[in-house]
């Protein structure tokens, strides 16, 4: 088969995302699939076909498209929210690319988000089958963001701008033949607040080629352990629905019980400058290190003695997977599909999301008890091995394209 793995968000990106695509396409490349990428640039400044070397910048497109657009909102949609609007003339742009670069030659386009989900749905050739994992909740994470930003407003969900969220969320799975979703809590989610039929959903969870981690785990880091100290590793992007600040005033608490540990941060993203400043007014700047993007996750997991996720919100974190993998205790929070992946007292501890005394009382539990770490370390890795192959997953994932070819 030939298939276009599709994004609406830019590639190369940080996070889960880019991981579960390249995963797939190395695990359907090796039974025998032609598979090609589409996404936006990572400048935002176009969309591109990163394997084939195409490009295609938004200059060429978005004044004409702008034009009309903002002539047909004037006309029919005076007022429209400026977020709307704007987005809107984005999505078209990324429509438009996707016509440019052949989208009808494909036999499945597997869409990785809502909106190229529904730019499918409006380009695609009636033959090609149209499949959509969704990765995440657009409505839902903006929300968290709003909430962590301290804007949330109570109005907010009788807005515009949410039903719009709403409704493109609606629209990007009721136009795919068939939707993968990598956890039940956000099945649940779709089916009662977008109104989107079970039967349109299949669960599949997401997985990672574990021979390959496996042989990174022994590289080289260019960081050496504190002498005296435990390591506690972050691995996410800075972005509010991650919890950041929640864990700087856990280990603010926790520094006030023990101080043999640091953290290490490893990621980039919009709240760095912010998270800095925060680690100051904590007065742990001796004890917090900003790694920033690092491509040695393995190396740096090997070392640590604990991984923590404080998300907000979040799905199915490769960050945990990863973590499992590599036989570490995780301590991570109940938001999303978190509690899927973690059973707890048995594969990793788990605590109420934003709660941050608990956080601080999962993680000196942890830091006191050397059995505890290795019994959970143990158990997760066990667990991760068994669950998530990307041998299993690949299958699943054609298993869902055949039935949309047979339909």
Known sequence: MRIL????????????????????KRGLEALGHEVDLFAKAP???????????WYLSKSSLLPFISAKTNAYFARHLPGIDATIRNMEIDRYGYEAAAAFFGAATYDIVHAQDVIAARAFARVAHPRTKRI????????????????????????????????????????????????????????????????VPGNRMTVVPNAMDMEEFLGKLNASADLSRP?????????????????????????????????????????????DAHLRTKTAEYGLQN?????????????????????????????????????????????????????????????????????DGQLCDKLADVLSNEALRTRLGEQAQASGLRHWSL?????????????ALNQ
């Open 132 to 195: 959509a994992t969704i990765h995440g909740c657009l409505s839902t994470e903006n929300l968290a963001r709003l909430q962590a930003d301290g804007l949330l407003d109570g109005n907010y969900v009788r807005t515009p701008l949410w039903q719009y969220y709403l409704f493109i969320e609606h629209l990007g799975i009721m136009g795919s033949q068939e939707t993968i979703m990598p956890t039940e809590w956000l099945k649940q989610i779709m089916i009662r607040d977008f109104y």
């Open 43 to 53: 400048d935002d400044s176009g969309f591109h076909m990163p394997n084939k070397g």
């Open 5 to 24: 793995l599709a994004t609406y968000w830019g590639l190369p990106s940080v996070g889960g995302l880019e991981k579960y695509m390249h995963q797939l």
């Open 287 to 355: 004890d917090v290190l900003f790694l920033g993007h690092r491509e040695d996750v393995p190396a740096l997991l090997k070392k640590a003695d604990i991984f923590v996720l404080p998300s907000l919100q979040d799905n199915f974190p490769y960050s945990i997977m990863e973590a499992h993998a590599a036989g570490k205790p995780v301590i991570v929070s109940n938001a999303g599909g978190i509690p899927e992946m973690v059973k707890d007292g048995e594969t990793g501890l788990i605590f109420a999301s934003g709660d």
């Open 227 to 271: 002498e005296g100290k435990l390591i506690i590793l972050c691995c996410a992007r800075f972005d509010p629905v991650k919890g950041h600040e929640v864990l700087l005033k856990a280990l603010a608490r926790l520094k006030n019980v023990r101080k043999d540990w640091v953290c290490w941060l490893a990621g980039d993203g919009q709240l």
């Open 391 to 403: 041998h299993a997953m690949t299958d699943r994932v054609v298993a869902v394209y055949d039935r």
